[in-house]
């Protein structure tokens, strides 16, 4: 009979599962203390007058942030205007020609353009728009969050593609629908669900990005709809405010932040809705 | 004939998608050179300089890039210290122990939300609360109570970076075979033994590419970093001293930066970021589909 | 009234450097049930994949021989053509799961661009759907998606469609190898109904299936045509010591 010290192992086993526990149910504090702060601090501010108005000058209390609200949709819109198309058909392409050398290479320089800092893609943003322009837009805020967005949509266009079973694609091949025609309405219509995913997760991806910004949409005060003029969004504005030494405007930045993790956590729940309709 | 036009159709929609796809390696192309051309006013001047000089004075011209990658170094490797423990904590509860149960689900969504909270919030609950804090925790320290520093860096680093490495360990212990697993436990094993002597070495080589992938992030994280680490162009004195990551003095000069060797200094910097993410990026992946073509394989 | 409609003539498939189907040769009878059976890997999805040119969906597939409807060259046109003309049906059911059941029936006709009136459109659906004996069962809820359906219907719609454009040929690939006998039994039953109007090649595993159904009966082995011949002969006096062998169980 073998001998194995049984208490000693018991012990082991139930110190690393208690270990476990402890550090996955530690996590959850830093997270109370975000949110918590995030609440207290920002959901008193919230009003109409906070969401309607533009901000008042130093010195000044009350005032809003329409500007950032606005231009957070315009840099946002701009962004998917590009990278949603593009990542779509880039993602086709990955899932039709998987295994051909080029496709692997144009998979790793996909997930390699997921990994590049989003400062690195505000430089190179910078560079090819606003030096071109003369000067800070929209623009090319909207060029630096579309590079950022483009990879998530690509990859999980190509995810959802493969996951459509191939009889469905020879279902339509073998009626004499040409092959772009079967990809456009019937295999794309089948993954919609999963691309609609892909391209809330690019959204809610870049919606909280500040770093590309600061050197391409740069902010502004004013409500501005001219997507070759500067303009606010909400990352910037809580960058600038929390920053600043007026009490007032760190409030509204604790407002903003407030905004910005709703919104971003309603984007999740709907792309979970939206997965799960699937 | 018609079958001509829909011969035409089919080409140009397969010629679009091929160029579409193309694109997106011009793209990356296109940043590296991008990057390369506008640093080239800093690398004709400053040199090997740039690498190896311990100074940064944009007012006498001098680049030197050590404080910045020091900044870097420590942060990062700090902060992937701090979040190992968290990260495989939580990908053994989600992968392993809890598997499934409503208890995983609740840590999933704590995971998620983490993951969601953007840069500049964390920058801002870090400033107001962490660096408070951390300063408090200094004083009786006997340390100088700046607050910002390397320091409250690292922790919002680690904070920000657990979600990530997280979901990517626990992807790699999902992929171990459920037959070694039973095997171990037929055999009498305990589960912690099934962990430490067949889960884990298993997993490693996918573990490592998720932590060094993580690695790659942290060193990229900009606002939360640029908000609590004092921004200071000096060596770091301490890890509780101020100092700079290459990303964070990126943010802070870039927009003020109106010499010409300045701004291509900074942009040199960005090269180098690039250059170390894409590194990184590419083992972390060609790792991770390895082990993942192995264990589907076997 | 017996004419070959369908001639495959020294047809050799390569898909890499397998070679697949070995200088096949045969005619098919027009409004007949022909089946193509043998063991599993035998080739005989791959020969009725080349005839709606199917295989050319896999890019190492290479081709030589010709095959023939009525007389003319099925490689000399657009495969689409060929497609619109000779119709398949799959082992799995697979109707679009994104379209009601009645476009799911057109999708033939939408999906290519064709234009119909309310009318034709109607038409057409009742009639497909009468052919492959699904109207009674679904023409109160044609208008939902085809997924609430049994594997049995769905695989019925997929006739329907595949009947919907009117085929020269119908292709089946194991029409039933997914189905339990209870719809297995209903299809047969159609395809003998069927071959009144449509000329049907039906590839089966499945022995009894090929006795119960078919007018003649091509046995393959090993890439090979080992016996081609009516079914009540075949089933009778096979001539070929390999098709015995199958014939009894000995194999596959």
Partial sequence: MIKTNMPLRMVKDKASQGLVFLFSVLLAIPLMVILFYVVKNGLGVMSWTFLTHLPKPVGESGGGISNAIVGTLILVGLASLVSIPMGIFTGIYLSEYGNTKTAKYVRLCVEVLQGIPSIVIGIVAYVWVVVTLGHFSAISGGVALGMMMLPVITLSTEETIKLIPKTLKEASLALGVPYYRTMLSVILPTGLNGILTGALLGISRVAGETAPLLFTAFGSPFMNANITKPIQSLPLLIFNYSTSPYEEWQKLGWGASFLLISMIFCLSLITKGVTRKR | ?298 | MNQEILKIQNLNVYIGDTHIVKDISMGFLRKNITAVMGPSGCGKTTLIRCINRMHELIPTAKVTGEITLYGRDLYAFNPIYVRRKIGMVFQRPNPFPTMSIYDNVLAGYQLNGVSLTRQEKDHIVQDALKKAALWEEVKDNLHRKGTFLSGGQQQRLCIARALAMKPKILLMDEPTSALDPKATSHIEELLIELKKSVTIVIVTHNIAQASRISDSTAFLYMGELVEYESTKKMFTVPKDKRTEEYLIGKFG
């Fill in chain 2, 1 to 298: 004939m018609w079958t001509d036009r829909l011969q035409f159709f089919e080409i140009m929609f397969k010629k679009t998608l091929q160029v579409f796809a193309v694109l997106v390696c011009v793209l990356l192309g296109g940043i590296f050179l991008t990057l390369l051309v506008k640093s080239l006013p800093a690398i004709v001047s400053q040199g090997i300089r740039f690498v190896t000089g311990k100074e940064w004075d944009p007012v006498m011209g001098n680049f030197g890039a050590i404080p910045f990658v020091e900044g870097t170094l420590i942060t990062s490797f700090v902060a992937l210290l701090i979040s190992i423990p968290f990260s495989l904590s939580i990908a053994i509860f989600l992968g392993e122990y809890f598997k499934q149960t409503w208890f995983s689900s609740v840590i999933k969504s704590i995971v998620e939300l983490l993951a969601g909270i953007p840069s500049v919030v964390y920058g801002f609950f870090g400033l107001f609360v962490l660096v408070p804090f951390v300063r408090s925790l200094e004083t009786p320290l006997g340390i100088t109570p700046y607050g910002v520093g390397i320091f409250s860096a690292a922790l919002i680093l680690a904070l920000m970076i657990v979600p990530y490495s997280a979901s990517m360990s626990r992807e790699v212990i999902a992929l171990v075979p459920s037959d070694l697993k039973e095997a171990a436990y037929s055999l009498g094993a305990t589960r912690y033994e099934v962990l430490r002597y067949i889960i884990l070495p298993y997993a490693s080589s996918g573990i490592f590419a998720g932590t060094l992938l993580a690695l790659g992030r942290a060193m990229g994280e900009t606002m939360a970093v640029t908000m609590v680490i004092g921004n200071s162009n000096l060596i770091p004195e301490s890890l509780f001293g101020p100092g700079n990551t290459m990303a964070s003095v990126i943010a802070n000069e870039f927009t003020e930066a109106t010499d010409k060797v300045h701004l291509a200094s900074l942009i040199e910097l960005g090269l180098y970021l690039f250059v170390i993410t894409v590194v990184i990026n590419s083992v972390g992946r060609y790792i991770i589909s390895k082990f993942t073509i192995e264990t589907q394989t076997q």
